[in-house]
């Protein structure tokens, strides 16, 4: 077999062109060779490589490789033993990274500067880790982030300025963890975070949520705040919050409605759990609810002919921001227009000059951001009444009111006329005991042969009398010791003194009229 060696035919050369020989060859092959490690790379044989992605997952690493194409804009680390985060666990820079995963390592701990090299993140999961607090300015080289997720750690505190810098975070993961408190300083203070729309605090151990204080979070991220599987202590308060963003809809609650639940004791695990969003929960009134619901600005009273203004609680925005309400009667709404008693501004108000009682209802805010393309809805309730109605019902019912109390006081007073100015009868029967005692008296000075003035001064001033009673001898024998005192009147005698001896006509017996004891007379 032989073989032939054909020769390529020479390419023409432009004018002026230099024509490359050997050695000039041999130094762009050295050249492409000294830069080819440092822009393109290698892909380490314990990595799986593709294009910008590389993936280096379960391969017992503590740091990342140094040998990695610089230029990379997906990195996974997941799997490893990866401990300590520090300034050198990432010794070169990856300026393009976008995306860094780094989860189900052994991580304890995060140092300032462990960042500083990947600057232009957007996406970084450090979950499933051993994570138990995220101090402050740990990320604040990430100034572009956007997506952040620790859920599935052990983290039980945050400090306030852990999230400071980062502006631009849309999406928070804490779920699983130990958070004993609602992370209230990402929505307001310092280091609120604008942009904050996600925020996933479900499974912790979260009692209750600051209810004088999520008022003022704008509606766009109330919408996405997921708050199921927390031990919550029964509350209306809450209740009222809740089944509130179920009946907007919101898909924090929609979605996970069973998993809302709620203890009687606040730290017993044995107490029954309830679920917060049935319809008969603890009897909640409805103006429990209602009151909830005017403290988040979603509920607003109206009086006829009274001008009112509501204000759109999106918060999307900026200038670039279009807002149109739609009314009662799906009716829009829009700035610019004449719509006769209802007018909007630019900045998202309502204002009707004029309400009347078929003005009420549910008005929707549609806030439409142009440049990215958000699209928010809130709804307000708007109650409308007419106070010269209810004030004439207020004067009815006070004047009901007046007249009972009116009629009460007079009864008590003919009352008390009744029982202190009528002539008391007992009075007059004191008197006629007193005319009956000295009848008495003087017949029994006429029986008795002791003299009347026998009283001592002492008992007449007592008021007490003695009388000396003397059997008539004309007395039946069937009347068993009853002594007719006077022809129209019969007394039974109280004691009767008996004796032994046979009595004799001066002999007498004493009866008393009053308290004090029998008197025998000598």
């Not at 995060?110 to 499933?128: A, E, Q, R, V, Y």
């Not at 001008?307 to 925005?317: A, E, M, P, Q």
């Not at 700035?335 to 630019?346: E, L, R, S, T």
């Not at 009853?482 to 009595?503: C, D, M, N, Q, Y």
Request: hydrophobic content about 40%; charged content about 15%; aromatic content about 8%.
């Amino acid at each position: 077999m032989s073989v032939r060696f054909h020769t390529l035919p020479t390419l023409p050369t432009l004018p002026g062109a230099v024509k490359p020989g050997c050695r000039e060859l041999l130094c762009l092959l050295v050249i492409t060779v000294m830069v080819s490690p440092g822009a393109s790379g290698m892909c380490p044989t314990a990595c799986i490589c593709a294009t910008d992605i590389v993936s280096c997952t379960n391969k017992n690493l503590s740091r990342v490789p140094g040998n990695l194409f610089r230029l990379i804009k997906r990195l996974d680390l997941s799997y490893n033993r990866i401990g300590l985060l520090d300034a050198d666990w990432i010794p070169v820079s990856f300026v393009k990274l976008s995306t860094l995963i780094v989860r189900h390592n052994n991580i304890t701990s995060i140092s300032t500067g462990s960042f500083s090299t990947t600057p232009n993140l957007k996406c970084l999961d450090l979950s499933s880790n051993r994570l138990k607090s995220v101090k402050s300015a740990t990320f604040q080289e990430l100034k572009v982030l956007e997506v952040l997720l620790l859920y599935n750690n052990h983290i039980s505190s945050l400090d306030p300025a852990a999230f400071g810098g980062l502006s631009h975070l849309q999406k928070l993961y804490l779920s699983g963890n130990l958070l004993t408190q609602f992370p209230m300083d990402l929505y307001v203070g310092r280091f609120r975070l604008a942009d904050l729309t996600f925020l996933d605090v479900s499974y912790n151990r979260i009692p209750s949520i600051p209810m004088h204080h999520i008022n003022v979070v704008p509606g766009k991220q109330l919408r996405g705040i997921y708050l199921h599987g927390n031990p919550f202590v029964c509350d209306c308060a809450l209740y009222s919050l809740l089944i509130f963003w179920y009946r907007r809809h919101f898909s924090s609650v929609v979605d996970f409605k069973n998993d809302y639940t709620c203890r009687l004791r606040p730290h017993s695990r044995l107490s029954h759990q309830l679920s917060l969003l049935q319809d008969t929960f603890l009897n909640c009134s409805e103006s429990v609810i209602n009151s909830s619901f005017h403290a988040l600005g979603f509920v607003h009273q109206a009086q006829v002919g009274e001008r009112l203004v509501v204000h759109c609680d999106s918060k999307t925005g900026n200038g670039n921001t279009d807002f149109i309400w739609v009314g009662p009667d799906n009716r829009l709404l829009e700035p610019d227009k004449d719509m006769g008693n209802f007018h909007v501004f630019y900045n998202g108000s309502l204002v009707i000059e004029s309400p009347g009682l078929e003005d009420a209802g549910v008005y929707s805010c549609i806030a439409m951001n142009r440049q990215r393309l958000l699209n928010e809805t809130v709804d307000i309730m708007i109650n409308v009444s007419n106070f010269t109605v209810n004030r004439s019902h207020a004067h009815e019912a006070f004047n009901t009111a007046f007249t009972t109390l009116a009629a009460c006081v007079a009864s008590i007073v003919l009352v008390l006329l009744y029982l202190y100015l009528t002539p008391c009868p007992c009075k007059c029967k004191s008197k006629r005991q007193k005319d009956v005692l000295n009848q008495s008296s003087a017949q029994s000075s006429i029986l008795s042969p002791g003299p009347s003035g026998g009283t001592s001064a002492d008992e007449r001033r007592a008021g007490k009398r003695v009388v000396f009673l003397e059997p008539l001898k004309d007395t039946a024998a069937g009347q068993n010791g009853k002594v007719k005192l006077f022809p129209s009147e019969t007394v039974i005698a109280e004691g009767i003194l008996k004796s032994t001896r046979v009595k004799s006509d001066s002999d007498s017996v004493n009866s008393v009229f009053s308290d004090t004891p029998f008197v025998a007379s000598a």
